[in-house]
């Protein structure tokens, strides 16, 4: 999928760009303000947080009067003859405005990159920025405003020939009230123009002061990971890093600098984030070098849903903002307790307060505690607990269910147990240590209610709740690949002699099912027992083994399954990792992505070398 997450850097580094965040707080005086708008003072009442409510100016007592002429970001006058009632949009980050403002109607076209908010989906879409906007579908739509940012300026001569421009270019936070305000004059709608300028600083300010005594924790940012790229100073986002209570560990750079990963060790952060576009994954910095610094160790790695939210600089980026610091600082937006949840074994548990010392007995909740953030939690975990390597340094209590040491367990003070259905059958000793509760997703929709559970019972609602939003990306993606393609027949050998496979009801099954393939065995159910010759019946197209089946894809050329179209077309693999398809937490989505190259591995570009047997291997079995 490497092709594929290449064209999507390019993009986001482009959308970047058009975003206007290469300048920051300290590059607001390179911006010419608009000589025409005011500045709205800073309110101090505090209000709770609202972050999709747009302004509606219903309300609006002004009466029209036109002609107005404005002063644009680019310091060009531009006379509006009448109130805009067509208008075409260059920048994702002006529609945002005009959503803000209750103006979204007015709006007839926007770029390709718009995705705020989800009405937009409907508004015809004109191309990308600048010299990639298509001239002959914007005049198609006969606006009567044509909005742009600085990326357009190549081609604001041809734009005027369709209708009059104004530019609305904000480089930094403090711009952001000023292109409302200019919007509010151009529209003729000051009153929401002002109404949105103070609920978005009131926001600010409100978000803001919640973290104000909290540490700064030191964080590093991640562009893109092939060259290593990160956020300098001088940028949206570590301006908002800076409001949501961390430090951007790269703020004396400027720009987006290229760095090492000496350098990033050096400065050992706190927090690392990565989008879903940067060409690095959770796994990918527990697996490498990154693996070493103080975030990963403390299980303070985390995805954002949506670097939108970070880069556009609208009211939007209030979302971003609320989400960083919500990451960095939970213990200042705590939930409240005590707090009663149903678990996955329909038993209603009372958490008295938030959990600091949890034993977890399954490796996927272990993971899962680690990918929300709230691996410093942990204080005992199952000796088959392998992943994150920071678990190494915790103590282990014995194997699963009637396997754990229960006296091991009780010396630890633990504040909360977390077991998946193995434990039932000594739940009521655990139950005389600490609280327990049951964690025990069947299907990948249930993984997703066992992460948010696990947010909302650890105050790490807003981590679990990114780890989903990156989950359900991934599963969108590959299940968007494959639709339509031909479901090719699979065989997931889980153990060789005897012969098991998976059926209905087990993960294997369902990450077949959603990479686009059809399990041979799915008529049965769990783990089912199979013979020889109701495989060659089936005849697979594509045979899996598992990594820990007691026997290679190489050794199954001894084997009658020489006969099956899997084999006669080299279409045999072996999993890399089972705990990627076995284990109900975070990483099940790195399986199913590897089981999609592996079924169609034309559509994800996936290279690999077909299985070719000796003709001296027997067909006999």
Known sequence: MKRSALLLMLLLLGAVIA?????????????????????????TSQTTPQTSSPIHTSTESEKPSYPVTVTDFANRTVTIDSEPQRVVTLA????????????FDRVVGVTDYDDFPPEVANVTRIGGYGKYANLEVIASLNPDLILVDSYSMPILSDLEKIAPVVVVDPHSLDDIPKALELLGQIFNAPESAQKA?????????????????KPKLKVFYVVWNNPLMTAGGGTFISDVIGLAGGENIFADASGWPAVSMEQVLERNPEVIILTPHCGMTVQDVYNGPLANTKAAREGKVYVIENENDLIHPSPRVVRGLEAIAKLLHPEAFKVSYPLTVTDFAGRQVTIEKEPERIVSLAPSITESLFYIGAGDKLVGVTKWADFPPAVENITRVGGYGQYANLEII??????????DGFSMSILNDLEKIAPVVIVDPKNISDIYTAIEMLGKITNREE????????????????????????????????????LYVPGSGTFQDDLIRLAGGENIFSDMSGWAQVSMEQVLERNPDVIIVSAHAGITAEDLCSTELVNTNAFKNGMVFTISDDNLVSRPGPRIVYGLEEIAEYLHPDVFNYQFQPLVCNATASSGG
């Open 197 to 213: 300028v103070i609920e978005f600083q009131t926001k600010i300010k409100t978000i803001s002061s919640a973290v104000t005594d």
């Open 19 to 43: 975003a206007g965040c290469i300048g920051g707080e300290n590059t607001a005086s390179s911006t010419s303000k608009p000589s025409s708008v005011t500045e709205t003072p800073t309110t």
């Open 410 to 419: 009780a010396s630890l003070n633990p504040d909360l147990i977390l077991a």
């Open 92 to 103: 994702p980050s002006i529609t945002e405005d005009l959503y803000y403002l209750g103006l």
């Open 463 to 498: 981590g679990a709740r990114a780890v989903v939003a990156d989950m359900e990306a991934k599963v969108s993606y590959v299940t968007s690949m494959v639709s339509g393609q031909e479901r090719p027949k699979v065989l997931f050998i889980t153990w060789w002699n005897p």
